[in-house]
């Protein structure tokens, strides 16, 4: 059982519901504790729970047939993953794995679909994230398919800011995470990153990259500078 409910308040699961459904939260969810590397599930695996990180960070990954990584998303307290399972009995298309050690706060099937006969605004908040997650995803595959380098590693650092990665835009990230992000080099982020801190969009030192100019690296992101 889960006895702070301070974090769920603030998730997307949760807006518009009345106080009382965090009481019954309480009961439904259940904090698990993940160390450091630990899969929490694989592409491919039946899915029966959703997940929300109270602590920690997560990666969300799918592994192609050429052992090749492509990321999709780094998620920090406060974020949902795995909400697709509690609505069809697909497998998961996507792999989870903690990047530090975590603590992931888990709805299972059974439990969501007796709190949202009591409180339905919770299933309309899943659909909005769902839909949340498709705009996302129709302006990476356009990103990824159309822009140049300089283009991908802005959209994935935007991506990265305004999910709330980091504190104020600082990040401590690897040129890897940032490649598998953005769908390109290890070799490419670095000369692109180099790129944008002579410019005084970035900062990068000692691990972290931080945004500096939010404005003029979206104009990166859409080929405007």
Avoid: C, W
Avoid at 30 to 52: H, M, Q, S
Avoid at 167 to 174: A, C, I, S, W, Y
């Amino acid at each position: 059982m889960l006895r702070d409910t301070t974090l769920l308040a603030q998730t997307p699961l949760f807006q518009g519901v009345p106080p009382q459904a965090l009481e019954i939260a309480q009961e439904a969810f259940t904090a698990r504790f993940y160390p450091a590397g630990t899969t929490v599930f694989k592409a491919g695996d039946l899915g029966a729970a959703l997940y929300v990180v109270q602590q920690g960070r997560v990666r969300i990954f799918r592994t192609y047939l050429d052992e090749r990584e492509r990321v999709f998303a780094f998620l920090g307290p406060g974020e949902v993953f795995g909400e697709m399972s509690l609505l069809d009995e697909e497998p998961r298309s996507a792999s989870a794995e903690v990047v530090t050690d975590s603590v992931l706060l888990v709805l299972y099937r059974e439990a969501y679909q007796g709190l949202i006969r009591r409180y339905p605004q919770v299933a309309h908040n899943i659909a909005g994230i769902l839909a949340k997650r498709l705009r996302e995803a129709d302006l990476e595959l356009e990103v990824l398919s159309f822009e140049e380098a300089r283009g991908r590693v802005a959209y994935a650092l935007l991506k990265l800011y305004r999910q709330g990665f980091g504190e104020n835009g600082r990040m401590k990230l690897t040129h890897l995470e940032l490649a598998q992000l953005s769908g390109t080099s290890r070799e490419t982020v670095t000369r692109v990153l180099h790129a944008l801190k002579n410019e005084g969009l970035l900062r990068v030192t000692g691990g972290y990259v931080e945004i500096v100019d939010t404005t003029t690296l979206e104009e990166v992101l859409y080929g405007l500078r």
